[in-house]
């Protein structure tokens, strides 16, 4: 099975996703992510030792 058979398969099995249209309606109303929690906030710059 092909990649995007793969990715359309679970689309529909886990989401209910069906078709690009239900898709980019879905994308387009996800919440953001946050990711502050992966970053970290540089005050100077940093030398390698």
Do not use: C, R, T
């Amino acid at each position: 099975m092909e990649l995007i058979e793969k990715l359309k398969k679970q689309l529909s099995e886990e989401y209910g996703i069906h078709s690009d249209q239900e898709l980019m309606d879905a994308i387009a109303h996800q919440k953001p992510i946050d990711i502050g929690v992966f970053v970290k906030e540089v005050n100077e710059i940093e030398k390698a030792s």
